[in-house]
């Protein structure tokens, strides 16, 4: 004898604000990011999504602290650069480096727009050159911590720069890890058939690890 099929667990929404009509009510791009249904059960992506920024804004605190410890430490220091230490230097080298991450969002977001149009080869193809972008501006910060006239023990100039620099190249080859993964993972049949959190999830990490460098690139190479 068969037995009956389960009925799926309902959860209500027992919070005083209607959050479905709040949520209604930001823009489809912002909305994408918050759980749907007041959290049913079924809002899987809806749910991810929204812990994926609760995790980024907890990086972001992270973050924050370091570039105020920055401008206090710059803004106090009697002094700064040590005698005969130039200090980083906006290159011609340094700026293609930051041009090629930065635009590295925009071929990240093609992607994933082309996996919602269901477009895998070119999915595929402009997710591995996020990839490549990525990894090159790794390796171009890698070449320029070796021409560097300065270490980490040179001053608060050495201190300070290597480790906001080095924090965020930890979080750029993580991003560049997790694209390796699901570049992989496209290749399994019918892996998208029930959504692509895992593209959405890495697509938004990449976005803050752009607008991050951004801030970083005008703390240490603008000012």
């Keep these: 004898m068969s037995s ?7 959860h209500v929404d027992e919070s005083p604000i209607d959050l479905e009509r709040l949520r209604q009510k930001f823009p489809p791009w912002l909305r994408r990011f918050l759980p749907s249904g007041g959290g049913s059960h ?5 749910k991810g999504m929204f812990g994926v920024v609760v995790f980024l ?14 401008i206090v430490l710059r803004l106090t220091a009697s002094e ?26 925009v071929v990240i977001q093609l992607a994933e727009r082309s996996l919602s149009r269901h477009h895998l080869v070119k999915f595929r193809w402009l997710w591995l050159m996020t990839i490549l972008m990525g990894s090159y501006f790794l390796i171009g910060q890698g070449i320029e911590w070796s021409q560097l006239d300065f270490g980490l023990r040179t001053g608060l100039i050495g201190a300070t720069f290597y480790i906001l620099t080095g924090f965020h190249g930890l979080h750029v080859l993580s991003g560049v890890i997790l694209q390796v993964i699901i570049l992989g993972r496209s290749f399994i049949r019918g892996n998208y058939n029930s959504g692509h959190f895992g593209v959405s999830a890495t697509t938004l990490f990449w976005h803050f690890v752009d607008g991050i460098w951004v801030i970083l690139f005008s703390l240490l190479y603008i000012w």
């Design 4 to 10: 009956s099929p389960q009925p799926k667990p309902i």
């Design 42 to 46: 079924e809002d899987h992506h809806g």
């Design 57 to 70: 804004l907890s990086e972001s605190i992270i973050f924050l602290s370091f570039f105020f410890t920055y």
């Design 80 to 105: 700064w650069l040590p005698p005969g230490i130039t200090g980083p230097e906006r290159s011609t080298f340094v700026i293609l480096n930051t041009i090629i991450l930065l635009s590295s969002s």
